[in-house]
């Protein structure tokens, strides 16, 4: 998939080109790429790539738009991390599918996650292109969906992330920066947004403003925070911050933070679509609710914690034992899903390799919610994360190309 482009980017692979790749994309990020970036990207059909796309914004609206999910997923946020003042609908949407082989053998998404929450919309550009620029591949390919290019791209990420202020009172806001993988994608805005990356407990505040402190030493207020701090990081690393998300702070948010909470591993049983499998939150599943849903073979069951601070990861087969271990007051916190066999489709040097594709997606104020780019992560182990396939090659981060 998808010939004659994936047999001739094998067939013309060299090593020194993806040294040559690693190079550059250091050099556009003005930082080293710590997490694995693959020697290939992945070519799909753009028919695919549309399906996935319109099926995330269908799941989308799904939540979005049922007053019951709503008020239901409310309780899912934390009192102190409600931020006043929600937005109607999430600025950043991610979903992410494989592909699972149908009884006619055609290859249908199968959805993996959702999370309303920003990705690497801007490392990930400058990946798809160097991708196109270092392998010189044929110049019909492309990488932006939604119609977009990469000027209406940025235009629009712009438009969400800096809105109508000056960039100089736009501030990225993350734990320790410096020390996060993504910072590669946080160095891209910056270049091509003019904004500030900020360690959020580096914040300070006063009254109901918050300010940083600039290269000169001189406080500057924030008028719009691009949250990309994730409340299980603040949680796991004790952090303690000058403000409180929960104040009633005058600023205004490039994503809300009440939608990491609404719309992630929390939406699954709550979604109606023949891409989604099936789950139970794990206390319903104690109350005898949902276990039919359920496949009978245990060994094609996981276990998942909605929040990584619920102290586990995703656990294959999980014994009755297992189950009745985690304390009653703490099962709201896990869901029972079934297992999805994803089908290798990508031909490498190594053999037949998985992909995950995250589309993403932008939806600002007074538009609509519009697919524009996507992201692929490849591997041959039991899960997708480079952590689950090491030292394998042709696996790792990499973009998805469709011809024109």
């Keep these: 998939m998808l010939q004659p482009f994936r047999g001739d980017f094998n067939k013309d692979f060299t ?19 710590q997490f694995r970036v693959c020697e290939t990207p992945a070519f799909f059909p753009k028919e695919m790539l549309d399906e996935l796309a319109e099926v995330g914004i269908e799941l989308t609206r799904q939540l979005v738009e049922n007053p019951e999910y709503m008020r239901i997923s409310s309780g899912s946020i934390p009192a102190e991390y ?53 392998f010189d591949l044929p110049k019909e390919l492309r990488w932006h969906l939604g119609g977009h290019d990469e000027a209406s791209y940025w235009e629009l990420l712009r438009r969400v992330i800096v809105g109508k202020h ?34 959020v407990a580096k914040l300070e505040k006063v009254g109901r403003k918050l300010f940083y402190l600039n290269d000169s030493g001189e406080l ?33 948010w490039a994503g809300h933070p009440n939608w990491f909470f609404r719309i992630s591993k929390f939406s699954l049983p709550y979604l109606d ?9 794990l206390n ?12 009978s073979d245990r060994n094609e069951v996981l276990l998942k914690p909605l929040y990584s601070f619920a102290g586990k990861g ?12 985690i304390p009653v007051e703490e099962r709201s916190l896990y869901l029972l899903q079934e297992r999805v066999h994803f089908q290798p489709v990508i031909e490498t040097p190594h053999g037949m390799t998985q992909a995950e594709i995250r589309v993403m997606y932008l939806w600002p104020e007074g538009g609509r919610m519009e697919p524009v780019i996507s992201l692929v992560r490849m591997g041959r182990g039991l899960m997708m994360g480079v952590d689950h396939n090491r030292d ?13």
């Design 314 to 325: 995703i656990q294959f087969a999980p014994t009755d034992a297992e189950l009745e271990a």
């Design 82 to 134: 409600r931020v006043p003042r929600e937005t109607p609908w999430p600025e950043f949407m991610t979903v992410d599918f494989g592909l699972v082989r149908a009884a006619d053998g055609s290859l249908k998404p199968k959805l993996v996650e959702m999370q309303a929450f920003p990705s690497v919309f801007g490392y990930q550009d400058v990946l798809s292109r160097e991708y196109c620029s270092v």
């Design 220 to 252: 500057v207020d924030i008028h719009r925070v691009f949250n990309r701090a994730i409340v299980d990081e603040i949680e796991r690393k004790g952090i303690e911050l000058a403000f409180r998300y929960c104040d009633d702070l005058d600023v205004e």
């Design 273 to 281: 679509h023949a891409s989604v499998p099936a789950a139970v939150f």
């Design 392 to 404: 394998q090659e042709w696996i790792g981060g990499s973009a998805a190309l469709y011809p024109a």
């Design 284 to 295: 319903d599943w104690f109350d005898g609710k949902g276990r039919t849903k359920l496949p």
């Design 166 to 199: 000056d960039p100089k009172h736009v501030v990225l806001a993350e734990v320790e920066p410096e020390h996060q993988k993504t910072l590669p994608d946080f160095k891209v805005y910056e270049e091509r947004l003019g904004i500030v990356t900020v360690d």
């Design 15 to 33: 090593a020194a080109k993806y040294v040559e790749l690693q190079k550059r994309l250091d050099a556009a990020a003005r930082t080293q790429v």
